[in-house]
């Protein structure tokens, strides 16, 4: 069972350009989540999705940044103009559906992330 | 708002040592507490998951204990290995509105000597 699969590892761009990255999830999980590490500072949480579906984008920024998880392929997480402060490294995660009040957990298993610059 | 933070930021220690990774967090109404070890320019293995409901967990030579109402949770490794060196991440999901957000510390870099 492969894990969570990110690409590209490392992305470079040039201030103005789109940056986009991609996560697919590990078998059978249909909950994804993203998060940014920038340098110096702790992992943020930035959205939450399911399938066609976002259920918490409270971390991610007003302007610029947007997340997709469609229906078939992998989730995407797009950065339009990106700017230097956007140079971080961007984590996906995902876990199976809830089970249930009784039980549940939301183990998250991480991919390896894409370090994004930008010149 | 939910903050955590992890004491200490840094921990250097000879092989075969026992060791503690302090975690705490603002608010005592989670959901879950999770620990994460990150490499070096890599991604974050969970180690241990513990519900709101349990007390500790225990993995090999790893231990996470947690009390909800002090806000505190504790990561045991016993007889310490070169291996071990990486950054430890104590991370909490307040649940409800919050589900599936995870709030991490800024983590402990442990540096395990022979």
């Known amino acids: 069972n492969a894990g969570v699969m990110q690409n590209p590892r490392h992305l470079v761009r040039r201030r103005g350009q789109e940056a986009r990255l991609r996560c697919s999830p590990m078998k059978g999980h249909s909950h994804v989540y993203w998060y940014r590490q920038l340098p110096e500072e702790g992992l943020k949480f930035m959205v939450y999705?399911?399938?066609?579906?976002?259920?918490?984008e409270s971390g991610m920024p007003k302007e610029r940044f947007s997340a997709e998880f469609p229906k078939e392929g992998p989730s995407i997480l797009r950065i339009q103009q990106v700017v230097r402060g956007d140079s971080a490294a961007y984590f996906c995660a995902s876990s199976p559906p809830p089970l249930g009040s009784k039980g549940a957990k939301n183990i998250q298993y991480f991919g390896a992330g894409t370090r994004l610059s930008v010149l | 708002k939910q903050e955590v933070t992890q004491i200490p930021a840094a921990l250097s220690v000879p092989e075969g040592e026992n060791l503690v990774l302090n975690c705490s967090f603002t608010d005592s109404a989670i959901y879950n507490l999770q620990w994460f070890r990150q490499d070096p320019g890599k991604g974050l293995t969970s180690l241990l998951l513990i519900q709101s409901s349990q007390r500790e967990q225990t993995s090999g030579r790893l231990n996470a204990s947690l009390d909800k109402s002090s806000g505190r949770s504790t990561l045991y490794i016993a007889a310490s290995q070169p291996g071990d060196s990486a950054t430890y991440l104590c991370a909490v999901n307040a649940g409800g509105t919050s589900y599936g957000k995870l709030t991490f510390g800024q983590g402990t870099i442990l540096t395990v000597h022979p």
């Open positions: 999705l399911q399938k066609e579906n976002i259920i918490d």
